[in-house]
């Protein structure tokens, strides 16, 4: 039920009910937590919603609490090295945050891989991916992972991550065009 509470967030656009969505996922996650603390799931979903709640109400406001929920996703990893969301979840991570909080853009590249090796199909796997690629200096691959997040996002009506996929396509054209401009 957890996890249904969390997908159901993330396909929202209403901030409201999102919120609310993370909120149920986080309480549920923490029931099942506390009857099974050795659930890669829930500890994996109680990493999510509640460092989504965080992150809407001011990461800056709250980069303490977000540094310590890391260890929900640790242990998620820890019980399942091959949870691709986990480790989609862990790149993402190591993706954004700054070099001197951990952050890791070529570490961050190698777990995404894996986690689009094991969820090809998956959309924000697949943009989070780009989003490495980019970063990493490979503009071409990323565009490729575009193109199959987009794919994917479109099949899933994932219209979030669509919107990002669309958003990331268009920074790149314009910075593209503003390359080729003499």
């Given at each position: 039920?957890?996890?249904?509470?969390?997908r159901a967030a993330e396909s929202r656009n209403d901030d409201e009910t999102t919120r609310a969505l993370y909120r149920r996922a986080q309480d549920l996650a923490a029931r099942a937590l506390q009857e099974n603390p050795n659930s890669a799931q829930a500890n994996f979903?109680?990493?999510?919603?509640?460092?989504?709640?965080?992150l809407a109400e001011g990461p800056l406001k709250n980069l303490i609490q977000l540094h310590n929920i890391d260890g929900y996703l640790d242990r998620a990893l820890e019980l399942d090295p091959t949870y691709a969301h986990?480790?989609?979840?862990?790149?993402?991570l190591?993706?954004?945050?700054?070099?001197y909080l951990g952050g890791d853009?070529?570490?961050?590249?190698?777990?995404?891989?894996?986690?689009?090796e094991l969820n090809p199909t998956g959309p924000g796997t697949r943009l989070g991916l780009a989003r490495a690629l980019l970063r990493n200096g490979d503009p071409s691959g990323a565009r490729q992972q575009l193109?199959?997040?987009?794919?994917y996002a479109c099949m899933e009506r994932r219209a979030k991550t669509l919107s990002e996929?669309?958003?990331?396509?268009?920074?790149?054209?314009?910075?593209?065009a503003k390359a080729d401009i003499p």
């Open positions: 039920m957890a996890a249904r509470c969390l979903v109680f990493f999510a919603a509640r460092g989504r709640i965080l986990a480790l989609a979840a862990k790149g993402g190591l993706l954004d945050l700054p070099f853009p070529r570490l961050a590249e190698q777990i995404l891989r894996r986690a689009v193109m199959h997040a987009g794919h996929v669309r958003q990331l396509i268009s920074e790149m054209d314009a910075a593209h």
